[in-house]
């Protein structure tokens, strides 16, 4: 029988697994409305195209959801809490996913092929990518008689090394799109950016940077500061910042959905209405609803003696 602590670990790794998934097609995302191609798709393709990093955004933010809710609202524990909210936001996360797979084969076949077809083989495509994904559920045992459901303490070892799997969890993206973000500005597409999308998108790469200084120095103090120990302060500091490293990536991907908005035609409001939204989607997730949580835990636990002696 899998202990609830294992299984959170293995937990993380498969989120990993998607989330690298997921970063890397934002990353191609954002890139392809600065090639020449993008402005002469149909404004159907473009629209799709904004639609699908939008998605990507929504995955994203539920994946890294768990890395701030271990850290924020279980105060790094392996539970069975932690253990539900890994499955539910692996299976958020996939549903905008396989969507966003459908919008991109659509936009690539379009031209090629023609709307109805491309539209039919994407269809599939997310089609196929949903049974697989979530086929699994229906394989799942009717009772929960065959798995440990009981918390244990967790060492000071398995807590640091639970936040040195979060920055790899949230790192590949920061690293990444900078590249995406630094090759626009090679692209004939920059050069007719508005001037707003612009000044935006510099913004995001500044903000990419800052995330992944943040989420390297984790691994750098663990390794430098402490010499690989497992200390208590190792614990502290690698989880201020990871934790600080997620806002600037959170206001990054805003300022991408606002230059991608800018870019199918979208008007200034607008664009700015949803890169406002995703900023303040990821902020209530990362932060407020794990804070939210542990608040109420806190609250819980000081009303108990009293309603017990009453």
Not at 29 to 40: D, K
Request: hydrophobic content about 55%; proline content about 4%.
């Amino acid at each position: 029988m899998t202990r609830v602590k294992d299984r959170v670990k293995q937990g993380l790794d498969e989120i990993r697994t998607v989330v690298l998934g997921v970063q890397i097609l934002l990353g191609f995302q954002y890139e392809a409305v600065f090639q020449p191609g993008f402005q002469r798709s149909s404004l159907l393709a473009r629209q799709l195209e904004a639609v699908g990093l939008g998605l990507l955004a929504v995955s994203l933010i539920a994946l890294i959801t768990a890395i701030a809710f271990n850290r924020l609202a279980e105060g790094g524990g392996m539970t069975a809490r932690q253990e539900d909210l890994n499955e539910a936001v692996v299976a958020v996360a996939l549903a905008p996913f396989a969507a966003t797979l459908a919008f991109d084969v659509f936009v690539a076949l379009e031209r090629e092929l023609g709307r109805m077809l491309a539209a039919a083989i994407g269809t599939l495509l997310a089609a196929v990518a949903l049974a697989f994904w979530y086929g699994g559920a229906v394989l799942r045992p009717k009772s929960g008689a065959t798995s440990d459901r009981k918390d244990e303490p967790v060492s000071l070892k398995d807590r640091i090394g639970a936040l040195l799997t979060a920055s790899r969890i949230v790192l590949p993206g920061a690293q990444a799109l900078p590249g995406f973000q630094l090759a626009a500005y090679l692209t004939d597409g920059y050069q007719r950016t508005p001037f707003d999308a612009r000044i935006a998108h510099a913004a995001g790469l500044v903000l990419l940077i800052v995330a992944m200084i943040l989420l390297v120095a984790p691994a750098a103090f663990h390794r430098l500061a402490e010499r690989g120990e497992d200390t208590p302060r190792a614990e502290r500091v690698c989880a201020i910042l990871v934790l600080a490293g997620m806002a600037p990536l959170g206001l990054a991907i805003s300022a991408d959905l606002y230059v991608v908005c800018r870019l199918v035609d979208a008007t200034r409001p607008a664009a700015l209405a949803a890169a406002a939204c995703a900023a303040l989607v990821s902020g209530a997730a990362w932060y407020v609803f794990p804070l939210s949580i542990r608040a109420t835990r806190v609250r819980d636990r000081r009303r108990r003696p009293g309603e017990s002696a009453a």
